[in-house]
């Protein structure tokens, strides 16, 4: 497939904003049960702030990718039977969330909701927060299964793609909190990058496991069953046009094979190894925490990529030679 | 329940592009406004189109044979374009089964082609909408049009009657005993789709002539050596008076 610009930034932007929210909360979490010291509501709020910076960053680069933007708001329409559609309906109700959540850590407004017996305080911004928390999940397999449910597209048509867009978008943003709070907080920055590091090694392993499985897959469709013709040889003379069409833009990466094998080596050391390396150094130098966030963000706009043009379309079967 | 479909002789086509040209020219005429094209006159014109016609080699040369494969929108009975769609601008109508794709609610998102295992819908680059066969719904219920005419622009075009039209759901229609009898078979049927058009395959068309019927047996003209056959030399004229 061809990767477009617009969806490489929508999915790693939404990802690093809801991964950094979830951070966010998940220190909240500790910190409520007494686990890690609470912080101020500016670190929070603020953290909230720089998470919609994100997730906006990506929501405008999802409109370049449509054809007519200002009909965007007719794609809410079908949540029924498509996760595009429940995509465009999670994602602005998550910025909604976190917006919430980020105003009522900046305003101070945190009105007891209830308290647990045991004296536990749960306040309007744990609510908000646990509600942020389900739809940054939402959100996360929503995206992930407009590809995973693509069933032609075999390289895409697994729950590893649903993992992964989790594990990616979750250690993305925990970095990003990891370097936020080296700045914000610094003395809690060893618990975010602490997990950032469990979450990268995790995600390393899950887009190692579905790039194992990809050079392991077997083409469902061939020559024989696109045409309906059972010989062992067949060879396309001519696909009906002589400049190309959109089936020859719209499903191919446009790349060489060389580029395609380079680029695999590179988004797996730019996006894994080096942010790894970063954290690990970076729990001394925090500084490096936020070349690490930098670095791996190439490195999972590489990915991104890879994830698209690797991406094999039964339909280019008709489309292999120019005549 | 009506399914309309086109069955199409793959032993007939002699590929000759006249779907594809008169189905362009009936729907970039058509009230939806024009099928976008880009350098037309230039190096690598490219454009929007319903159906093409793409050839393939079978076999190897010198055993090889020639396939001509028109190629549309199958109007799938379980269309996995459709509920892919975000705006519902991709549907399949209840009454025939045709697949359709609501320009005006359109946004151009792409999401239905990854869906669509035959690339069988093309984008309008200049519409900036999703296009794709209409199975020309706008001529087949024309009722100002003659009753013969009533048939998608391809189908009337094609000069050796390769493509057939009708409702594969009524077994007694052309199109349904065409697919029962002459083996007509779906593409790509791995995938569940239950694609509408069918395709009837090649067949080995062989004539076998025999020496009494080189030398015309049964040709009733036969006699023709009985007829008066003037000798070398003599004047076909009986005489100068003849002129
Ligand atoms: S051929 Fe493609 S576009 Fe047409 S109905 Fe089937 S899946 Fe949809
Ligand atoms: S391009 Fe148009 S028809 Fe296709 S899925 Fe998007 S909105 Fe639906």
Redesign the pocket.
Same mark, same amino acid.
């Given at each position: 497939m061809k990767p477009a610009f617009s969806v490489l930034f929508l999915t790693t932007l939404i990802g690093a904003g809801q991964g950094l929210f979830l951070a966010l909360f998940t220190h909240q979490s500790y910190a409520l049960f007494g686990l890690l010291p609470m912080q101020s509501d500016a670190f929070y709020g603020y953290g909230s702030v720089l998470a919609l910076l994100f997730l906006s960053g990506g929501l405008i680069a999802s409109f370049f990718h449509l054809?007519r933007p200002e009909r965007a708001w007719? %794609?809410a329409t079908k949540w029924r039977t %498509?996760w595009?559609s429940r995509e465009v309906i999670v994602l602005p109700a998550f910025m909604g969330v976190v917006f919430l959540y980020g105003a009522s850590h900046l305003l101070a407004f945190r009105p007891e909701v209830v308290t647990l017996p045991g004296g536990l305080i749960i306040d309007l911004s744990a609510v908000l927060g646990t509600l942020g928390t389900l739809l940054a999940f939402a959100l996360f397999v929503c995206t992930a299964m407009i590809y995973a449910c693509l069933r032609f597209l075999r390289e895409w048509n697994s729950p590893l793609t649903v993992i992964n867009y989790i594990l990616l978008g979750g250690s993305s943003g925990f970095i990003l909190a990891a370097f936020y709070a080296a700045q914000a907080a610094p003395d809690q920055a060893d618990f975010f990058a602490g997990w950032a590091i469990i979450i990268t090694v995790l995600a390393f392993i899950g887009r190692g496991a579905s790039l194992w499985r990809n050079a392991r897959i077997k083409p469902k469709s061939s020559m024989q069953t696109a045409i309906g013709i059972k010989h062992p040889y067949i060879t396309q003379r001519s696909m009906g046009s002589m400049g190309g069409s959109f089936n020859t833009r719209e499903y191919f990466h446009g790349k060489s094979a060389a580029f395609l094998r380079a680029i695999k080596p590179a988004f797996l050391l730019l996006a894994f190894v080096i942010p790894l390396v970063l954290l690990a150094l970076g729990l001394s130098a925090p500084a490096l925490l936020g070349v690490a966030f930098i670095v791996q963000y190439f490195g999972l706009l590489a990915e991104r990529w890879f994830f698209f043009a690797q991406a094999n379309h039964p339909q280019n079967l008709y489309y292999q030679t120019i005549g | 329940m009506t399914q309309l479909a086109l069955v199409i002789d793959l032993n007939v086509c002699v590929g000759c592009h006249a779907c594809v040209t008169s189905c362009k020219e009936w729907n970039t005429s058509g009230s939806a406004g024009p099928l976008c094209d880009e350098n037309p006159y230039d190096l690598n014109p490219t454009g929007t189109f319903f159906n093409r016609v793409q050839t393939f080699e079978i076999g190897k040369y010198p055993h090889s044979e020639t396939l001509h494969f028109p190629k549309s929108c199958l109007h799938c009975e379980d269309p996995p374009?459709v509920p @892919?769609?975000? =705006? !519902? &601008?991709?549907y399949k109508r209840e009454e025939d089964g045709i697949v359709l @794709?609501?320009y005006d609610?359109?946004? !151009?998102?792409?999401?239905? =082609?990854w &869906?669509c295992p035959y690339g069988a819908?093309e984008?309008d680059e200049k519409a900036k @909408?999703?296009k794709k066969c209409t199975l020309c719904v706008d001529r087949i219920y024309d009722m100002s049009l003659p009753e013969r005419d009533r048939k998608p622009s391809c189908v009337k075009a094609c000069p050796t009657s390769a493509r057939m039209f009708g409702d594969i759901h009524d077994p007694e229609s052309d199109v349904s005993q065409a697919i029962r009898e002459d083996g007509g078979y779906a593409l790509m049927p791995e995938w569940g789709t239950h694609p509408s058009n069918h395709y009837l395959p090649r067949r080995k068309t062989k004539l076998k002539i025999h020496l009494d019927e080189l030398e015309r047996a049964d040709n009733p003209l036969k006699v023709d050596g009985q007829l008066p056959k003037p000798g070398k030399g003599e004047s076909s004229m009986e005489d100068a008076s003849a002129w």
């Open positions: 054809g007719r %794609s %498509s595009l | 374009c @892919v769609c975000p =705006t !519902g &601008a991709s @794709v609501d609610k359109c946004i !151009g998102c792409k999401y239905c =082609t &869906a819908r984008f @909408v999703m």
